[in-house]
């Protein structure tokens, strides 16, 4: 054949530029579809197995809490409790306010069941005490009643023997 070469030129680098394109807007469309699922789905907080449930007292550092709100994108406006001196670069308290009132209330609620338990179980020994003191009393006047019965017998027997 001749001396020029008829073929398609190698197109390779131009494929593996639109390759990596498609790609990367291939994973750009999933994050942003993942993200939007995620913000669309409700945020359930599991219960925090530490012992610093509910809303914060007092810092690690010994500060009361104050109550600040979000200024970020993910949670415009959200209320969340910190240490006024957060920015030391020290560990400080810093929980959402609405997760810390769930665990108050949970709390709460616990210790109100407890409570209800408790105030069943010592209604009952009450009713349990009240039978046992009428049956005590219903057998007192009983006997009452029979001493008084034996006296006046005696007492009229003896005033007909007079």
Known sequence: MGQYSYS????SS????LTSLIEAEAEMYAAEAEISQWNA???NYEPSPEGDDGIPRTCYCGS???HRYSQTPKDPYRRYITCPNADDGDCHVWKWWDVAAEEEMRDIQTELSELKVEANEREQKLLI???RIGKFTKKKSGAKLMV???VLVGLVFLNVLD
Do not use: C, G, Y
């Open 8 to 11: 398609q030129p190698s197109s």
């Open 14 to 17: 131009n494929s593996e530029d």
């Open 41 to 43: 789905e409700a945020i």
């Open 64 to 66: 009361e809490p104050v």
């Open 129 to 131: 005490l009240e039978k």
């Open 148 to 150: 008084f019965t034996i």
